[in-house]
């Protein structure tokens, strides 16, 4: 099993940035991908972004592209999100993910974090 804790929410203005964080725990040498995952009051959860830890490849939600960064520090396993230029419609839970699957990127992940809130006011 696979353990995942975020944290980095908070609540900023129109504009600013926050950095979100998730450290695995567990059985980290199985994983593949993680990724980041947020939903919106009324709506579904979506996709943000995603990191192989294969070979460093990454994925953005069009959404997002050009605002946040997503990367991995090698030592500590812990998988950063860099938002910045934070708009309204980015507030959010976010939620950190990882997966098993080698394919990149993944259709599915296998462990999920409890969420950390991300408010954005303008």
């Known amino acids: 099993q696979v353990q995942l804790v975020e944290s980095g929410g908070g609540s900023v203005q129109a504009g600013g940035s926050l950095r979100l964080s998730c450290e695995p725990s567990?059985?980290?040498?199985?994983?593949?991908?993680m990724g980041w995952f947020r939903q919106a009051p009324g709506k579904e959860r979506e996709f943000v972004s995603a990191?192989?830890?294969?070979?460093?490849?990454?994925d953005y939600t069009d959404s997002v592209k050009g605002r946040f960064t997503i990367s991995k520090d090698n030592a500590k396993g812990t998988v950063y999100l860099q938002m910045n230029s934070l708009k309204p419609e980015d507030t959010a839970v976010y939620y950190c993910?990882?997966?098993?699957?080698?394919?990149?990127?993944?259709?599915?992940?296998?462990?999920w974090g409890q969420g950390t809130q991300v408010t954005v006011s303008s």
């Open positions: 993910a990882a997966t098993n699957n080698p394919r990149f990127p993944p259709m599915n992940y296998d462990y």
């Open positions: 567990g059985r980290t040498f199985s994983i593949y991908t």
């Open positions: 990191i192989s830890w294969i070979d460093r490849n990454t």
